[in-house]
C-alpha cells in the first residue's frame, strides 16, 4: 500500500442510500443496450444488467449515462467481473480501460463502482440475484430463461435489481485518472516498466516477469 496520502477527498456524510422503486426511462436503456450488444456480440443478461448499474451508478453521482464533458475525465468505474457486465459498463458510460478511466478488480462479482475523483463520493452497485427468479414470473410463456431475463431486467426496479452502498476508494496518486507515474527500468532486465506497475522485491525494482509474477510460462524447444 502507499504510505502516500490519497488526494481523494473524503466523501460527504451519506444518508441510507435508498434506490428508486422504478426504472429509468425505457427508451435510455434500450439505446444503451443496443449500442453495448453491438459492441459485446451478443444481447445478454449482463449487457441489460451493466447497463442498468452504468445509469443507476452515475445517476447516483448526479451524472448523466453515458458522461459528459468534464465528468467523464474525473469519474473511474472499477468492475469486478472481466466477462459481459464489463463490457456493458465500458459502453453505456463512455469510461475506458485503455484511458485508466475504468480497472478491472476481478472478483467473480456482479458488481460495480462509480469514483467521483472531484468530490470523493462513490458508490459500489451489486446484483442481486432473486431478479433472476422475478424474471421467469414476470414472462412465464418465455421458454429461454435469458431472454425473460433480458426483457425484465430493462423494467424492474432499481430497487429489485441492486443493493447499494456508499463507499470510499483510495486511489494512491499515481492512480489517479490522467496521471501517468514514471517509468521505471526493471533491476533485472532494463524492461522500462509502465503504469506504476513496479514489484519491490528485496529492496530492488522488477518487473513482474523478475519478480515471478509472470502469467506465462516459457516454453523451450525440444533437444
Ligand atoms: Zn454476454
Ligand atoms: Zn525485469
Not at 443496450?33 to 451478443?42: C, L, N, P, W, Y
Not at 457486465?85 to 458510460?93: I, R
Not at 421458454?143 to 426496479?157: D, E, G, I, K
Request: charged share 15%; net charge positive.
Amino acid at each position: 500500500m502507499s504510505t502516500v496520502p490519497s488526494p481523494i477527498p473524503a466523501p460527504p456524510a451519506a444518508g441510507p442510500l435508498v434506490l428508486p422503486d422504478q426504472a429509468p426511462p425505457l427508451a435510455q436503456v434500450e439505446q444503451l443496450v443496443h449500442a453495448s450488444a453491438r459492441i459485446h456480440g451478443h444481447l445478454c443478461p449482463g449487457q441489460v444488467i451493466g447497463v442498468r448499474m452504468s445509469i443507476l451508478g452515475l445517476g447516483l453521482l448526479g451524472f448523466g449515462c453515458p458522461l459528459g464533458m468534464p465528468e467523464i475525465k474525473h469519474i473511474v468505474g472499477f468492475v469486478e467481473i472481466e466477462r459481459c457486465l464489463a463490457d456493458a459498463v465500458a459502453v453505456a458510460t463512455g469510461l475506458r480501460f485503455g484511458r485508466g478511466s475504468l480497472r478491472l478488480v476481478n472478483q467473480g462479482l456482479l458488481a460495480a463502482t462509480f469514483l467521483d475523483t472531484v468530490s470523493g463520493r462513490a458508490v459500489r452497485l451489486v446484483s442481486r440475484e432473486q431478479p433472476r427468479q422475478t424474471a421467469l414470473e414476470m414472462y412465464p410463456n418465455e421458454s429461454n430463461p435469458h431472454t425473460a431475463q433480458v426483457l425484465a431486467y430493462r423494467v424492474m426496479p432499481d430497487a429489485a435489481l441492486f443493493d447499494a452502498q456508499w463507499v470510499r476508494v483510495p486511489l494512491a496518486p499515481d492512480q489517479m485518472p490522467g496521471v501517468r507515474p514514471p517509468k521505471v527500468p526493471c533491476m533485472g532486465c532494463g524492461v522500462l516498466i509502465r503504469s506504476g506497475q513496479v514489484h519491490r522485491v528485496d529492496g530492488r525494482d522488477l518487473c513482474a516477469l523478475c519478480a515471478g509474477k509472470a502469467y506465462f510460462l516459457p516454453v523451450t524447444p525440444p533437444q
